[in-house]
C-alpha cells in the first residue's frame, strides 16, 4: 500500500457482535442513570456513585476505573468534565453541580469481555444560547459521523461529516483527542479524528465497532492538561462539549450499540 499504511482494524464475528450489543446495552442504561441524577447541588463524586452501583447492579465492570494514565490511573468509574473541561475529569466531592454549568459525562462498561463506550453532556438549568448550539451541534455531529458508519465508505467520511458540522458553525474542534475503535479491548485500531478528508482512509466493512466522538469548544483550538495528569480543559476557559457512541458498521443502517431510551 503506497502512502497509506496498512491498518488491522477488527471484524467482529456474530458472537462478539452479540457481546458487544449486551454491553452497549448495558452501557447505555448505566449512562441513562448517571445523567438523571445530574441537578444543582450533587457533586460528581455522587454522579460516580451511582455510576459504581449501577455498574455492580448489571454485574458489569467499570472499564475506567484504574485504567492508566501519565501519573496515577483514573481513580473512577465515571469521567466528570464540567464546563471548560474537556474529557477525563476526575469526580470530586468538593465540585457541585450549580446552574447554568455543562457537565460531561464519559462512562466506559465491561460485560462478558467486550467495551461499551459512550458520552453525553447535560446543561444544568438555563445555560446561555451559544452553549445551547454548541451542545446541540456535537451531538448533531456524532449523529452525522455515525450515518457514515457503513460498509463501502471510508473512515474519513466519518471524520469528514464531524468536521463539517463544527465548521458549518464556527466551533472549534479538539484536534489531539480521538474516536477509536473498541471491542474487547477499550481503544482498538484505528484512531478516528473529528476532522478529515472525504473518501481516505481504509474501507468501511460490516462488524467493525467504532466509538465516536465529536469534542467541540466554543473558543480557540488549544487545550491543557491539570496538573492531576488526568482533566483536560480548554486553554481559553471557554466551554466544551463531547457526545459519544459506540456503533457497529452495517452493510446499510449503522446500529448504535450505545442508544439511549430503546426498550429491550
Ligand atoms: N471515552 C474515554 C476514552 O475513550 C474513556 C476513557 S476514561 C479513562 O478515552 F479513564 F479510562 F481513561
Ligand atoms: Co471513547
Known amino acids: 500500500m503506497p502512502l497509506e499504511r496498512a491498518i488491522m482494524i477488527k471484524i467482529k464475528n456474530s458472537e462478539e457482535i452479540g457481546?458487544?450489543?449486551?454491553?452497549?446495552?448495558?452501557?447505555?442504561?448505566?449512562?441513562?442513570?448517571?445523567?438523571?441524577?445530574?441537578?444543582?447541588?450533587?457533586?460528581?463524586?455522587?454522579?460516580?456513585?451511582?455510576?459504581?452501583?449501577?455498574?455492580?447492579?448489571?454485574?458489569?465492570?467499570?472499564?475506567?476505573?484504574?485504567?492508566?494514565?501519565?501519573?496515577?490511573p483514573f481513580p473512577a468509574y465515571v469521567c466528570t468534565s464540567v464546563n471548560d473541561e474537556v474529557v477525563h475529569g476526575i469526580p470530586s466531592?468538593?465540585?457541585?453541580?450549580?446552574?447554568?454549568?455543562?457537565?460531561?459525562?464519559?462512562?466506559?462498561?465491561?460485560?462478558e469481555g467486550f467495551m461499551g463506550d459512550s458520552t453525553r453532556t447535560v446543561a444544568v438549568g438555563e445555560v446561555p444560547d451559544d452553549v445551547k448550539k454548541l451542545l446541540d451541534v456535537t451531538e448533531r455531529a456524532l449523529y452525522a459521523g455515525i450515518d457514515q458508519a457503513v460498509e463501502g465508505n471510508r473512515l474519513g467520511d466519518i471524520s469528514f461529516a464531524i468536521q463539517c458540522c463544527a465548521e458549518e458553525a464556527g466551533l472549534g474542534i479538539v484536534r489531539e483527542l480521538v474516536g477509536h475503535g473498541i471491542g474487547k479491548e477499550m481503544h482498538e485500531a484505528p484512531r478516528i479524528p473529528n476532522y478529515g478528508k472525504k473518501g481516505t482512509g481504509p474501507v468501511l466493512k460490516a462488524g467493525m465497532t467504532f466509538a465516536i466522538e465529536p469534542m467541540f469548544m466554543l473558543g480557540r483550538e488549544e487545550i491543557a492538561i491539570d496538573g492531576d495528569g488526568w482533566t483536560i480543559r480548554t486553554a481559553d476557559g471557554k466551554y466544551a462539549a463531547h457526545f459519544e457512541h459506540t456503533v457497529l458498521v452495517t452493510k446499510d443502517a449503522p446500529e448504535i450499540l450505545t442508544r439511549y431510551g430503546v426498550a429491550p
Open 19 to 72: 457481546a458487544m450489543r449486551r454491553v452497549g446495552r448495558i452501557t447505555a442504561d448505566i449512562l441513562a442513570e448517571i445523567c438523571a441524577a445530574v441537578e444543582v447541588g450533587v457533586s460528581t463524586w455522587d454522579l460516580d456513585q451511582i455510576a459504581v452501583r449501577a455498574t455492580k447492579a448489571r454485574n458489569a465492570i467499570g472499564a475506567c476505573y484504574n485504567y492508566p494514565g501519565r501519573l496515577k
Open 93 to 111: 466531592k468538593t465540585r457541585k453541580i450549580q446552574s447554568g454549568d455543562i457537565v460531561s459525562l464519559d462512562f466506559v462498561a465491561e460485560y
